[in-house]
């Protein structure tokens, strides 16, 4: 069956970054593209870009262009997103989620925590 | 960037009820609307794709219709595992924006 399983919870200091991965098993990773979502406490769902599998393409939302990098290890079929400069309001869990370039998303990770405090 | 504006905020509904919920795009999405449901502390789940298909193991009573820039998603009769926050999204335009949500509340 189809899973992506994210890494563990991170607590990161303001100006420092986060590294999260994505770890796809039961189809083809290279057949379907990833895309990262964030969820602020309380709050609702936020694209923050996608990534091709197959060329390692991406699409950026302009809010964290300069700041987010997302790659993908086609050998070990993970995805990573990495966010740089954090802030405060970066805190949130952030999930990844499968999808080609024109599609919605139809498996998600179980998200990951980032929290960003002094 | 393509605004989505879900309406209501708050739903509440009695179990068995009906329940209609809004969607409106800022400008043509054609039928790339995708609906999720989310509970609390878990991930969003796909209900419906091209605005009107459910996706695998979605129950019947799960409906979504609209193309262009109006679309509803309906509950024909709600059960209790049906109270949660659901989101449209549209996948037709970069970058991908997603509705503010409706929480559908018990009665």
């Known amino acids: 069956q189809v899973q992506l399983v994210q890494s563990g919870a991170e607590v990161k200091k303001p100006g420092a970054s986060v590294k999260v991965s994505c770890k796809a098993s039961?189809?083809?990773?290279?057949?379907?593209?990833i895309s990262w979502v964030r969820q602020a406490p309380g709050q609702g769902l936020e694209w923050m870009g996608w990534?091709?599998?197959?060329?390692?393409?991406?699409n950026y939302a302009q809010m964290f262009q300069g700041r987010v990098t997302m790659t993908t290890d086609t050998s070990t079929s993970t995805a990573y997103m990495e966010l740089r400069s954090l802030r405060s309001d970066d805190t949130a869990v952030y999930y990844c989620?499968?999808?080609?370039?024109?599609?919605?998303?139809?498996?998600w990770g179980q998200g990951t925590l980032v929290t960003v405090s002094s | 960037e393509i605004v989505m504006t879900q309406s209501p905020a708050t739903l509440s509904v009695s179990p068995g009820e009906r329940a209609t919920l809004s969607c409106r795009a800022s400008?043509?999405?054609?039928?790339?609307l995708a609906w999720y449901q989310q509970k609390p502390g878990q991930a969003p789940r796909l209900l419906i794709s091209?605005?009107?298909t459910r996706a695998t193991g979605i129950p019947a009573r799960f409906s979504g219709r609209g193309s262009g820039t109006e679309f509803t998603l309906t509950i024909s009769s709600l059960q209790s595992e049906d109270f949660a926050v659901y989101y449209c999204?549209?996948?037709?335009?970069?970058?991908?924006?997603f509705g503010q949500g409706t929480k559908v509340e018990i009665k």
């Open positions: 091209g605005a009107s």
């Open positions: 989620a499968r999808g080609r370039i024109i599609a919605y998303f139809d498996y």
């Open positions: 990534i091709s599998t197959e060329n390692g393409k991406t």
């Open positions: 999204q549209q996948y037709n335009n970069w970058p991908r924006t």
């Open positions: 039961g189809y083809t990773f290279t057949i379907y593209g």
């Open positions: 400008q043509s999405v054609s039928s790339n």
